[in-house]
């Protein structure tokens, strides 16, 4: 029996056409379809037009609208496949991930670089993979299927703005690989016994702060002002600066002390963080109260700070569920 399966449309380059301005989502969720019929052969679809923006306009209270729109027909498909522009795709995957729990239905994030309207183009594939990954039995939890790859949700980045190969598994093995013929997957979904749950409330007061050789320390000072989270992008395995009039640890006290929620990553794309390795790191580490990313993406550790900063802001409270494994087959 074929399944039932809701795409819910949110514009993106697979559904923009050319205007005067340069390209802008105008394709809406039906005629997206009628460019694969074939989707057809793998399961039964029914389309919802949530959005219709560039994915560089999607916004936190966007992710809450998907969340619902989820929730409010989680009983009534077998999965969800999301067509989404690239851009951000992987925060919107990241932030799925923890505002959808427990789902034991596929919610797929697809997209692509080429408009689907266009003789040449990749979105045709890329929506045809989604659908027959969201068809396949034991496939649950978020994901991003682009290029023949399934990405574990809080796992992918786009690591290319024009090739089609643009999403990456970070630190994580693909999920699936899904070809002409048939899915091979490579990961093996945990059984959770858990009820679904979801989660309608984020905290977008989130900074994020990428360091670079001269920056002054006193930005923290302005940032401190405006957000209650903070990102910062390090370097290496996870360390500050704090040689000379360039202290960021100093700022660092300052920080923690009115109860700012920082969290160390790192700017290195694989193998991610360990801040205990190195005195620029430890320092920071084991002085004041800070969390390391270790190996999630950037993306995965800023949704998931939005998400428990609207739970919490109490430090302790935030650290536990922060390295908490929130999502069963990815660690995070």
């Known amino acids: 029996m074929k399944k039932n399966i809701l795409l819910i449309a949110t514009g993106g380059t697979i559904a923009s056409t050319s205007t005067e301005d340069g390209l802008s989502p105008g394709i809406s969720s039906e005629e997206l379809l009628s460019y694969v019929p074939e989707i057809k052969d793998y399961c039964n679809v029914e389309t919802m037009q ?35 522009g690239t851009d951000t795709m992987a925060y ?5 991930s923890y505002l959808v729990q427990n789902s034991k239905k596929p919610i797929v994030l697809t997209g692509s670089q080429k408009p689907i309207n266009l003789p040449i183009t990749d979105a045709k594939k890329n929506l045809l ?13 978020v994901y991003i299927v682009f290029d023949g790859k399934a990405i574990i949700g809080t796992r992918g980045r786009k690591v290319k703005s024009k090739s089609y190969a643009a999403f990456e598994s970070i630190n994580f093995p693909l999920a699936a690989i899904i070809d002409d013929r048939r899915i091979t997957k490579y990961i093996r979904s945990e059984k959770n ?12 007061s989130i ?3 990428k360091l670079a050789p001269g920056m002054e320390p006193d930005v923290l000072d302005y940032i401190g002002e405006k957000y209650e989270g903070i990102v910062i992008e ?13 202290n960021f640890l100093q700022k660092l006290q300052d920080l923690t002390e009115k109860g700012k929620i920082v969290v160390v990553a790192t700017q290195v794309m694989f193998e991610g ?10 320092k920071a580490l084991k002085k004041f109260n800070v969390l390391q990313a270790y190996d999630m993406t950037i993306e995965a550790a800023i949704t998931k700070l939005m998400w428990i900063m ?15 494994r929130i999502n069963e087959d990815s660690l995070y």
């Open 50 to 84: 949530l959005l219709n923006i560039d994915s560089t306009n999607i916004q936190p209270e966007h992710w809450v609208m998907m969340t619902e729109a989820i929730e409010k027909n989680y009983n009534k498909y077998d999965g969800f496949v999301i067509s989404h």
């Open 92 to 96: 919107t995957s990241s932030a799925l």
């Open 129 to 141: 993979d989604s659908f027959r990954f969201a068809s396949e039995d034991g496939v649950r939890g």
């Open 193 to 204: 016994e858990k009820e679904v749950e979801f989660y309608k409330s984020i905290y977008p």
């Open 207 to 209: 900074f994020l702060l």
């Open 234 to 246: 390090s370097y290496g395995v996870g360390g500050l600066p704090f040689l000379d009039r360039r």
């Open 273 to 282: 963080s360990d801040m205990d390795i190195y005195e620029v790191g430890f």
């Open 310 to 324: 609207a739970q919490t802001k109490d430090f302790e409270e935030v650290k536990k569920l922060f390295y908490t």
